[in-house]
Every structure is written in C-alpha cells, then in structure tokens.
C-alpha cells in the first residue's frame, strides 16, 4: 500500500509503497476513508528535545491517529461481531483487552499497548491500517467519514471539559482556536457554561469559534485578554483552559487566569518550557493536565454527531489526497487559516 513516510526531522514525509498490515487475531484491517492532520504529529516530526526521555519517531514510521474507515479484512476472533465493508472509527492504540485498564476502556493506560507509529503499528496517514477490535466503534449512516475522523480531537476536548468539573452557568475562557481549542469550546457550549470566550492571537481563528459554540472572541494580538473578557462577562472567568501546546502558553494562562481559578492544560506542548510557579501560588490556582479519552468519550462523541447535536464538519477547511500529503503537512508548520486537513487516501486534486 502507499502511505506517508517518516524519515528523519527536517526531511517532508514522502509517499511510499510499504507493506500492507495483517490483522492479529484480535484485529481488524480498514480502509482509511478520511484521517485528519494533527499538531501532534508536526511537533512529534521535528524532534522531540532528548532530555525527556521519550523515544524519538523511528524512521520508516508512518503517522495518522484520527481516522475513520471502513472494514476490509478480519482477524479470527473478531468475526461475528464485525462484518466486512462497515464504517467504524477506532481509538489511535490497541491494548491487551484483558488488563484492568483496557477493560475500564482506558487501553491507553494498558502496560503492553501499542500505539500509532511505533515500528509496529502503522498509522493512518496510509491506504490502510490495523486496529484492534477492543478500541473500534460503528459510525452511524448519519455521520460522515469527516466526522468519523474529527472523534478524536473532539474527544480530547471532551475529556479536558469533564476533568475541569464545569458547573452549568460558569464562565469561561479558552486560550488558542486551534481544533482542540475549538473542540473545548463546543463541550463548554454543550455542558451549559454561561460564557464561553475564546481567544487567539490570530483574529480570524477566534472570530470562527463563535461556529463552534463560543459566545465571544477576543484578538489578543490586539486586545487586552482580561480586560476585554471582564468588560464581555462582567466577571472573570472560573475555569481557563490552555488550548496552545507551546512554550510560553503555561506561563500566559497563569498569567490570565484570576484568582482561584481552575486551569486546564489540554495544549500538548512537546518542548521544554519554564514557568513562574509563584504567579500560579499566589493565585491559589488549580492547575489540571488533560491528556486522552476513554471508549466511552469515543462512543459519546459519535452519538453527538450521530443525531447532529454538535457541528463539526465545519472543522475541515481542506481535503487532500496521499500525493499533496507531504507538501501540506509541511505547509502547516507555519500557522495559516487552516483549522483541520484531511486526508482522503484515494482523493485526487
Ligand atoms: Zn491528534
Ligand atoms: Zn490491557
């Protein structure tokens, strides 16, 4: 099969034929009908600074973990509970099925799962990709291949908004109008908070917030951020949620954040950062890291877009085949109006 190529940071991905992925016994094979480009995959692709610890992309890798597709092979155990040709949407990792963590549908917290773009397991910026049977879900008829691959980054919102204990009425306010940026937005929006004030140094992107539930935006290239969110709510915010992921974008929530607030760290920033943790102390801040979903947050996002209860298609500003790929995803190190790319294997320009 063709699939997007990782080689070394600082080369484009190029398109290669690879092998094609075989199903365990537990897995299934699909055939990738949309899968989005995400910032994780941009920062992970330059280099992640050593002193972390983490391992480094592999070269040979092939990235993509928000995906939907449709069936086309079976491993042995899975027949009877999946048919070949059905839309389904999978979480990015396959655990053991069997742990306390992957029976809580947390496989991610599984001690010997594998995930997207380790040697192996392929990911979904490819024409096919194996998942397993434990982390896939049906897409409903109503929802798109679009919406299908959008589940993830909106489960990411989700689980940031849950982890941040909202109470219907409350204000808040969102730093960065990214595609997680706008996801929190639209749970805030859905979960009752009373103001939900997004902003963004780039004013168009906070401008089309308002798309996904936002009640106002704030330029902060231009405008004083408390200032303005005071003058819009009439009152500061109760719960701030960082949606940037870089260096600097810690520091710029305590610094917005008022008193007693709550803040959310759902902007997965990979570099090496610092902050001023006194401004956070003096504040009596409470500061909550919010990673990933579980199942059950992957099921609920599909029955939102299921019976269109939330707007997501509006997320996808561009639709791109395997040959465009590698020119793209380099394109999108520098920020434009792009919100989220996807990737459609077999589509052509
Ligand atoms: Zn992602
Ligand atoms: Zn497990």
Known sequence: MKAAVFSKPGIPLSIEEVADPEPGPDDLILKVKACGICGTDLHWSQGIDPSAGWRHLAPGSVMGHEFSGEIVELGKNTRGRF??????????????GD???????????????????????????????????????RLPDSASF??????????????????????????????????????????????????????????????RSIEFGATAAIDAASEDVQARYKKIAGRP?????????????????????????????????????????AKAIVKELRITFAFVYSKSDFQFVIDMLGSERIPADALVTSVIGLDDFPHKFEALRSPGADLKVMLEPGFSS
């Open 83 to 96: 048919r070949s040709g059905e839309r389904v949407v999978a979480q990015p990792f396959i655990g053991c």
């Open 99 to 137: 742990c306390d963590a992957c029976r809580a549908g947390r496989s991610y917290r599984c001690t010997v799962v594998t995930t997207r773009a380790s040697a192996d397991l392929t990911g979904a910026y490819a024409e096919y990709t194996r998942v397993g049977i434990a982390e896939t879900l």
């Open 146 to 207: 679009h919406a299908g691959a959008l589940v993830e980054p909106l489960a990411v919102g989700l689980n940031a908004v849950k982890r941040a204990g909202l109470q219907v009425g409350d204000p808040v306010l969102v730093i960065g109008a990214g595609p997680v940026g706008l996801s929190v937005a639209l749970w805030c929006r859905f979960f009752g908070a009373h103001d939900v004030i997004v902003s963004d140094l780039v004013e168009e992107r906070a401008g």
């Open 237 to 277: 915010p109760a719960v701030v949620f960082d949606c940037v992921g870089l260096p600097g974008s810690l520091q710029l929530s305590i610094d917005q954040a008022p008193t007693d607030a709550h803040l959310v760290i759902v902007g997965l920033c990979m570099a090496k950062d610092t902050f001023f943790p």
